[in-house]
């Protein structure tokens, strides 16, 4: 279901991570009732995004389910604290879920052993990222996974084993010694800016992503596209699946268009992944479709909903 407000039907609340005020919008199912404990779960958005956009409208949708949903900006970014800003650390990014799921386990409301957690884009590979280290994620969903650290080593479209890694570890350095000499940060853009900058080696996903991002369609004032170009060091040496099968048995989601040029992630973390694992595709659908699009998000939501279901 499409609720163009969704954003604005989550509760503001606040956490802590590592000393940072974190911000959140959580969802409660219809008929709440704070006498009763609910499955709960984080949902991380994608990179350069923010809780108001994607994260709110699967986290309305599955409150509508049942549930008790909490999406939040990562520090550093959106109107969670954190300095420097639009800082890109998936290292970071893995403890703000962590942090996420303490602020639920403080609630009365849910219950502690009835967590999960999903993510969208990077932040479902941050999420498959977390499940591997937190045990108090009983089950996690991945909506078209994107693997940060082979995304800047290797190149989308792939353009070979770690074919990027050498320019971007040097644009990393140059920009921290820039920064450190007082000249300011340096950042990078996540996808184009404009149609103008469109070539013909632009992948369908940032074509997409700018038609998301950068216009009404759901362009956010905190969402402003920018990465801390020293980001792409740390990025470097991240593998979102490293650990991946061991997670068993907690099950795993894994959800994507059939027409997503970035199928490729998921189906690498889902052979990565131990038993219990599942892989669903939405026939006709792109990456950014299961963004917005009713049609592909209405399915995605509903195999969430039974996943998380059975699994919490």
Known sequence: MFNPTHHEEGQKVTFTKTGLKMAGLLFYPDGFDSNKKYPAIVICHPGGGVKEQVPSLYGWNLARRGFIALAFDASHQGESEGEPRYLEDPYSRVEDIRAAVDYLCTLECVDPER?????????????????????????????????????IRDGMPYQGHNALLNAALK??????????????????????????????????????????????????PTSRNLMLTQSLDRLASFDAFAALDTVSPHPLLFIVGSLADTLHFSQAAFERAAEPKEMFVVEGAKHVDLYDVPQYVDQAVEKLAEFFGRSL
Do not use: L
Not at 127 to 149: E, L
Not at 196 to 218: I, L, S
């Open 115 to 151: 967590i999960g957690a999903m993510g969208v884009c990077a932040g479902a590979g941050y999420t498959m990222s977390a499940v591997q280290s937190d045990i108090r994620i009983k089950a996690a969903a991945g909506v078209c996974t994107w693997n940060t650290g082979t995304w």
């Open 171 to 220: 644009a990393a350095a140059e920009a921290r010694i820039k920064d450190a000499r007082g000249e300011g940060p340096v950042y990078s853009h996540f996808v184009p800016e404009s149609e103008a900058e469109f070539t013909d080696e632009t992948p369908q996903v940032m074509q997409d992503a700018n038609n998301y991002y950068k216009t009404e369609r759901c362009a956010w």
